[in-house]
């Protein structure tokens, strides 16, 4: 059974694996420690089916926005909800911490984790242009706000 859990630094290891096989331009084991064990504005989840690490998410809590680091889930285990359940777990703090939003940027070309998204409430809002240095792919800008009022509820409104 697959769990979505706080990342910690017995973490690390899978999440680089995660990492490494899925962008071209991996972070690395030190950026990943320094998020976890420095960076009071990081929130990192994993996935874990037993003790493996299967897909990580990140976010930064900037002033009153999350700004989505990375959502990473390994191949065999894609299309099973793992990615739908990051972003539940995202929104969740978000809404908990009171952000007005939470932002984005996807490649141009990738559709799937563009799904994802609007599946979620974000929207396109620009484009970064150049912004991946491995291929000077542009990225598209993605928000969703949220209405912030006394009968709010996330399992209502997504």
């Given amino acids: 059974m697959i769990e979505i859990v706080p990342m910690e630094l017995k973490h690390i290891e899978g999440v680089l694996e995660v990492e490494e096989t899925t962008f071209s331009i991996p972070w690395t084991k030190e950026d990943f420690i320094r ?9 990192y989840y ?9 897909g990580y998410a990140g976010m930064w809590h900037v002033i009153n926005e999350g ?3 990375n959502v990473a889930v ?23 911490r009171e952000m007005i ?17 609007h599946k979620f409430g ?12 491995d291929t000077k792919e542009d990225a598209v800008i993605m928000w969703r706000y949220f209405p912030f009022y006394e009968d709010y509820d996330p399992e209502i409104h997504g």
């Fill in 35 to 43: 998020e976890v064990t420095q960076n009071a504005m990081a929130v």
């Fill in 46 to 54: 994993v996935a874990v089916d037993g003790e493996t690490v299967v």
């Fill in 67 to 69: 700004h989505v680091t």
């Fill in 74 to 96: 390994l191949h065999d285990y894609r299309r099973q909800g793992i990615g739908d359940g990051f972003m539940k777990k995202l929104t969740e703090v978000a809404l908990e």
């Fill in 101 to 117: 939003g939470i932002t984005l940027e996807v490649r141009m070309n990738n559709r799937a984790a563009q799904g994802l998204y």
């Fill in 122 to 133: 974000f929207r396109a809002e620009g484009i970064r242009k150049n912004y991946y240095a």
